[in-house]
């Protein structure tokens, strides 16, 4: 049997070395491509984001890679949004105002605020932070499935995502005393606010489980 | 009590892994790549590589190191030394780098710092400090890996740095580097007061102590250690424990 392939999506945003040399290590074969496939072409979507939510989208339209995650998203088969690539897969961004997403998941992005009596609140967070679980067996069959509540991932973010159904939630974590969506799903499209290729073996865990869902 | 990252940095000078004192008289110790990775497996949260010569020759020899590097080691990186243009950035950036840390060039011409942070997210762009106390008070900003004055006052220059984007601080203090005799503390509270980004302290850690000083009396957000991993004088997993043991909010590795 031949190796998974994932396709990574290069709309010239971000650094996508580390990304490409996760996937390998997970196992698969990895595509970047520079020019926008078909979604008939791709087995495995990896859907990459940096900066600001509008720019990032300009450049996703731009590229087709909206019109791409929408088509492919119907194909049934794996979908993986990373940062904010995982927040281009909600209706709405408000970083810098409003903005429209691909639509995948019902719910905004909005920008992470202190909780009450928080004075010394900093953004954005960065750092490693452990990924909290809803509720037990919600991460069963998903990407994230090999991971123990409480082990760590790396995030760096000023905005999450929040759904508007509560059941998209995979995975949270607590910042400074603010709840963090760290993780959305929605049958097979997965995003996470970390970064995987960053959080060491549990990064690599969920690149696994992702690999061979 | 606010995540602290512990991260091992790494200096290097051609293709060898050095260490020095007071940023002078530089030991090869060994393989960049096999330490970077030890370092990642032993659970390092996060790496620096820094090119101690580069600013001195003009280049930057570290993309190769850097290539091979992102193979095995899957936590994040910085990349310093000779970096002067967004280009330089670029580079780095494409070969594995998750941010890239300026000093020199910087000074130079400090709106470098906007168009690093302007391309690739203040996030991206780590300024580098290196602290020198003064006879007078206060402490001086030096450049080209410690050999250079520069004239700036560090206490203003990193808050001009902050207002241009800079997304974190790396302060390596020039007096304690190479010493293991802690770090400079004062340097550490007087900027963390002043700057509301992440301030990763560096130079002089000996052991656990100073690392829990750094960040509870310095409020330092990061602490860099060279020397005591370097020369296997502690294992990070050693680290990791005594700062739990020692109530640091830190990254645990198994649960």
Known sequence: MSAPRVTVLDFGIGNLYSVCRAVEKSGASVELVDKCPRADQVERLLLPGVG?????????????????????????????????????????????????????????????????GNNAFKLPHIGWAPLECPRPGRWDSSPLRSVKPGEFAYFVHSYHGLPDDPEAVLATT?????????AVIKENVTGVQFHPERSGPVGLKIMESFVHS | MRPIRLIARLDIKGPNLIKGIHLEGLRVIGDPQTYAQRYYEQGIDEIIYMDTVASLYG???????????????????????????????RKLLRSGADKVAINTAAIARPELISEIAEEFGSQAVVLSVE????????????????????????????????????????????????????FDIALLSAISGLVSIPVIASGGMGSVEDLVAAVQDGHADAVAMADILHYDRMTIAEIRDQALAANMNIRELSI
């Open chain 1, 52 to 116: 600001a939510f509008a720019k990032c989208l300009d450049a996703m339209r731009r590229y087709g890679a909206v019109d791409l995650a929408r088509e492919f998203a119907l194909t049934g088969r794996p979908l993986l949004g990373i940062c904010v690539g995982m927040q281009a897969l909600f209706e709405i961004g408000e970083e810098f105002g409003e903005h429209q997403g691909i639509g995948l998941i019902a719910g905004r992005v909005k920008q992470l605020q202190p909780a009450a």
């Open chain 1, 174 to 182: 607590t910042y400074d005393g603010t709840k963090v969506t760290a």
């Open chain 2, 59 to 89: 280049r930057n020899n570290l993309t190769e190191i850097l290539e091979h590097t992102a193979h095995h080691v899957f936590v994040p990186i910085t990349v310093g030394g000779g970096v002067r243009s967004v280009e330089d950035a």
């Open chain 2, 131 to 182: 602290a020198k106390r003064q006879n007078s008070g206060g402490w001086e900003a030096y450049t080209d890996n410690g050999r250079e004055h520069s004239g700036r006052d560090v206490i203003e220059w990193v808050q001009e740095a902050e207002k241009l984007g800079a997304g974190e601080l790396l302060l390596t203090s020039i007096d304690q580097e190479g010493t293991r005799k802690g």
